[in-house]
């Protein structure tokens, strides 16, 4: 079996991909592991930035779409202390390049944009391998395989396609998030709504955080964020949901009760979310026929780019190839030329920013920067 473009994952990076390929009239099959859409929950919210994210969406003929998923609002944000004083504020009057939007929202209409059947569910890649002349077979669990001229791997920080052109592992960051919702938030849980605020809430100190998002609905998330070992996390059992609550909340002993009730009153299990990241600099060679967006070729710790840039990639790489409809390498290497030094200036400017967050002076040092880049601050 051949198809012109084969995408492997139904992520935001490999889905606007296979939309924008749709635009120019370029057929594509999406293979994504999952079931279905709904096979799990898809994550909370996404600020999606009008310097890349927002200009994949134009790309992909969606704007007036993508205007309807946003949640007014929500691009206001707060900093506080532990004791719960607020120490930054920033207000959303509705201009600000940031808009939120919930990432399942965002993935479904990117679904509901593409041909009945460009996407084939239940497909987990097992192995991939060259096959020669840019030719390339993925093969899945099941035992069936696929061959393709053009191979896309879209999919994520375990990447089945990377090794075609990379040898590089995403290795352990040094932080975690922990994360639970707080559901009916402003009626059963008024402290911490209010704390929250109405869109995002930071509250930093040496060596711990707590952010929080005001979801659509009245739904709180909370992230809970600790620079800690794997080995410290592997000795809380999280399948022991009182436990594990009860750990991590010693975690915060002191701070404020609206605080660390966001932990403490999450109406959902905590769920451990380790991160992971590839080298700074990650980039291949050119090797035919095969290429990656998203975190397959840039995974970093979390920055408020990774889908956008993930969106940003599948965009460029489907206008390069529909740019070059006779030269499929041609349009590689423009694509890869553009894409490394983007995904690369991103990531090393996350590098350090360990000591800004959790360091001892915590929370001042991440206030000042609010400040600057902002241009406002309510209180200090």
């Known amino acids: 079996m051949r198809t012109p473009v084969t995408i492997i994952g139904a992520g935001l990076g490999g889905l606007t991909l296979a939309r924008v390929l749709h635009v120019h009239g370029i057929p594509a099959t999406v293979y994504e592991a999952e079931s279905s859409p709904m096979a799990r929950s898809q994550g909370g919210m996404l600020d999606i930035h009008d310097y890349n994210g927002q200009l994949a969406v134009r790309a992909a003929d969606l704007m007036d779409e993508f205007h309807g998923l946003v949640l007014e609002g929500r691009q206001a944000m707060r900093a506080l202390d532990r ?14 390049g940031r808009p939120e939007v919930q990432r399942g929202e965002l993935r479904q209409m990117l679904l509901d944009s593409l041909p009945a059947g460009t996407v084939h569910w239940g497909h987990k890649v097992s192995g991939t391998r060259a096959l020669g002349e840019g030719r390339h077979e993925v093969t899945f669990d099941d035992g069936s395989t696929v061959v393709t001229s053009l191979l896309v791997g879209a999919d994520g920080a375990w990447s089945r396609v990377r090794p075609l052109l990379s040898t ?4 352990y960051t040094g932080v975690s998030f922990v994360e639970t919702y707080l559901y009916d938030a402003d009626t059963r849980h008024p402290a911490a709504a209010k704390a929250v605020g109405g869109g995002s809430l930071m509250v930093h100190a040496p060596g711990r955080a707590i952010h929080a998002h005001r979801e659509s609905g009245d739904t709180l998330h909370t992230y809970v964020l600790l620079p800690r070992t794997l080995d410290w996390f592997a000795e809380i059992d999280f399948a022991d949901a009182a436990a594990a ?7 915060f002993d002191g701070w404020a009760p609206e605080l660390s009730a966001l932990i403490t009153d999450g109406d959902t299990p905590l769920v451990l979310r380790p991160h992971y990241a590839l080298p700074v600099e990650h980039r291949w060679e050119r090797v035919p026929g095969v290429t990656l967006v998203g975190d397959a070729a840039h995974l970093t710790a979390p920055n408020g780019e990774g889908a956008n840039l993930a969106m940003l990639d599948g965009a460029e790489l489907g206008k390069a190839l529909a ?21 690369a200036e991103v990531a090393a400017e996350g590098v350090g920013s360990d000591e800004l967050m959790f360091g001892d002076d915590a929370p001042h040092g991440l206030v000042s920067m609010f400040s600057e880049f902002f241009g406002q601050e309510q209180a200090q």
């Open 83 to 96: 004791e719960g004083t607020v120490l930054f504020e920033k207000t959303d009057d509705g201009t600000g």
């Open 323 to 343: 740019a070059r409809p006779g030269d499929i390498e041609a349009a590689l290497a423009e694509y890869e030329q553009a894409m490394f030094p983007r995904s």
């Open 245 to 251: 609550t009860a750990r991590i909340a010693r975690e």
């Open 168 to 171: 590089a592992i995403p290795e």
